[in-house]
């Protein structure tokens, strides 16, 4: 299976009525939906391939679900997560929403209310594929980069000129040219913004900021901080 598969949305819970309602409702909107009893059903037969959400009942085999949502992150599922309760309370979705669930509902819920719940996991799942797909891709492309490039990369972003990456380096400004013209050849970058967002995508640097937020050309990383992390 693979992210070019139709999303399936996982209903884990112990209640085999509401697992069967659950599936008839979002098949009836084109959905594929699989139901399991307990967690481990549920991870025998988890496609991490395969785009989906995981709408999870409020007990699983006598788990409370917040307990059950952190087993089951804990066992490398980080599909989006839908919490349904017959019990809710504003501390309890607070904790859902800490421990990373996607929304949560309570009983009796409106039909078209999850159906927009299940929609936007799924989007969000989606955009987390693309962003990690376009992760492992500049990942590949920095591992190209010479030990000496990726210096001189680490040095760009962090707003150095020519002449002070030569002196920090031991090079001269010509080899630092030739170095930086290289990194932007093989990252695939236009500009130095693009080269900027690019570090910052892989943890090369870190900003408590929006990437998107870096648009003008040739400026550097001090720019950027100073302009949109004041």
């Not at 919490?83 to 078209?112: L, R, S, Y």
């Amino acid at each position: 299976m693979s992210t070019q598969d139709p999303p399936l949305v996982y209903i884990v819970g112990d209640d085999s009525t509401l697992r069967d309602t659950l599936r008839r409702l979002l098949e009836s909107v084109g959905l594929r939906a699989l139901g399991f009893a307990d967690a481990a059903a549920f991870l025998v037969a988890y496609q991490a391939d395969t785009p989906g959400c995981l709408l999870l009942d409020i007990r699983v085999s006598g788990r409370n679900s917040l307990t059950s949502q952190k087993y089951l992150h804990d066992q490398g599922i980080n599909a989006p997560v839908v919490i349904i309760t017959a019990h809710g309370n504003v501390a309890m979705a607070v904790a859902a929403m800490k421990q990373g669930a996607m929304d949560f509902i309570e009983k009796p819920f409106n039909d078209q209310l999850l159906l927009d719940c299940v929609h936007s996991a799924l989007a969000e799942d989606k955009a987390r594929r693309q962003t990690y797909a376009r992760r492992k891709d500049l990942q590949r492309r920095f591992d190209t980069l010479t030990p000496r490039e990726q210096d001189v990369l680490r040095q760009v972003v962090d707003g150095l000129s020519n002449r002070k990456i030569a002196e920090t380096l031991s090079l001269s400004r010509k080899t630092v040219e030739v170095h930086r013209a290289k990194v932007m050849q093989k990252m695939r970058a236009d500009t130095l913004s693009q080269l900027i967002k690019m570090a910052i995508i892989i943890d090369i640097i870190k900003v408590f900021c929006d990437p998107a937020a870096i648009d003008a050309p040739g400026e550097t990383i001090a720019d950027y901080s100073e302009r949109s992390c004041a």
